[in-house]
């Protein structure tokens, strides 16, 4: 049984709609409003069409400070930090001594020697300790702060009625202003690879946002969504979770969990040239050594959603297996992510998913995203 040790103040919101509060990062969260498919497509094509209002308070919030602030964070992290200018943000991978990936993270630069580096369900707070270890550096974890996520077409239409702005505001962009008479930091961020924003509030504000962005959104087809939209979302959209696409949940045979960057394709998260963070040398000496490779399936005459521990074969041979999938009537497709032999990860290599149930089902080998595949709808500004 899970052991819920952190409360949003959203939580009877959640209650009053039908939501099922499960953990999530030691946070009761709304994974579902309602079980239906119908509740779940809504959703899902809510935020792809209009735009969808969730809870992401779970998310670990964590305040560095102090004159080693950066140093701090560039010890721990992927990124080149001094390359972050105020009002700016990045996301970041973290791993541990071996290289292997232990979690993500962005990191928003507040102010001069004021960061916040908000992460998942990994181990970034505590890395972070242990390098702010000696150092004039505070490690602040604030579960005061709230974090309400505004994705999708309108939500900048909505939030320009009160900050006009917000049209200008660029990605991983911040800025620090009021929205329905409180203060709040509002990020251009999100997990769903739409254009969308992140709202940071004091606990005692939650309330007042959520009714007032509802309010003000309910006849431009703004509602709330549900947690577990975040999958379907970001499958189509090249968003890793951790650790539900890695090693943790699909372990190798002969070898303990972990995986690499070049692995999972976020090598695009150290900054060029960058050394001296944890697991550096290791992270570069793994290059070409890739064991599988997280890439794209997409099946070529069927809408069947691909299950989760589906296996992917190659001319017979098992290769692989699916993490995530998602059938979107929307846009056509069914679509997975997949940790798939190296060789395989090729555009329009001939594949076949076997289901648990053992239907087979044809397939090629596809690049991500497979939604806004040159990111300009999540990068657009006015």
């Not at 008479?181 to 690879?193: A, N, Q």
């Not at 060029?272 to 794209?296: C, L, T």
């Not at 149930?357 to 990111?375: I, R, S």
Request: one cysteine or more; hydrophobic letters at 40%; proline letters at 4%.
């Amino acid at each position: 049984m899970a052991i819920l040790w952190r409360t949003s103040a959203l939580a009877h919101r959640h209650a009053e709609i039908g939501g099922e509060l499960e953990d999530w990062n030691g946070m009761g969260t709304a994974w579902f409003y309602d079980h239906t498919p119908e509740r779940a497509k809504a959703d899902y094509e809510a935020i792809r069409t209009k735009a969808g209002l969730m809870d992401v308070s779970g998310l670990k919030k964590v305040h560095v400070v102090g004159a080693d602030a950066a140093y701090v964070i560039d010890r721990v992290t992927t990124r080149n930090v001094e390359k972050i200018a105020p009002g700016r943000s990045t996301y970041a991978s973290i791993l541990n001594s071996e290289g292997k990936f232990i979690d993500d993270c962005i990191i928003y630069h507040i102010a001069v020697n004021s960061w916040l580096v908000v992460h998942g369900t990994g181990t970034g707070m505590e890395q972070l300790a242990a390098a702010a270890a000696g150092k004039n550096c505070e490690i602040l974890f604030d579960d005061d702060l709230h974090d309400m996520s505004l994705q999708g077409p309108v939500a900048v239409d909505l939030l320009a009625q009160e900050i006009p702005s917000i049209r200008d505001l660029a990605y991983f962009g911040i800025v620090q202003t009021r929205l329905y008479g409180r203060d709040v930091m509002i990020s251009r961020t999100g997990y769903t690879g739409e254009r969308g924003y992140e709202i940071f509030c004091r606990a005692k504000d939650a309330v007042h946002l959520w009714d007032s962005i509802l309010e003000a959104g309910k006849d431009m087809g703004v509602r709330p969504v549900q947690f577990s939209t975040l999958d379907m979302l970001r499958i189509e959209s090249y968003l890793l979770f951790y650790p539900g696409d890695n090693s943790e949940t699909f372990p190798f045979d002969d070898e303990p969990c972990g995986d690499t960057l070049w692995e999972l394709g976020l090598d695009f998260t150290v900054s060029p040239g960058k050394e001296g963070f944890v697991g550096a040398e290791n992270h570069y000496a793994a290059k070409g050594k890739e064991r599988f490779k997280i890439y794209g399936v997409k099946l070529t005459d069927s809408m069947d959603q691909m299950e989760m521990h589906a296996r992917v074969l190659r001319d017979g041979e098992d290769i692989g297996v699916v993490t995530y999938g998602l059938s979107s009537e929307l846009n056509g497709y069914s679509v997975a992510i997949a940790r798939i032999a190296p060789d395989a990860a090729v555009p329009g290599t001939p594949l076949v998913v076997k289901q648990p149930d053992g239907t087979e089902l044809p397939a090629t080998a596809e690049e991500m995203p497979f939604y806004d595949k040159d990111k300009s709808i999540r990068t657009a500004k006015g």
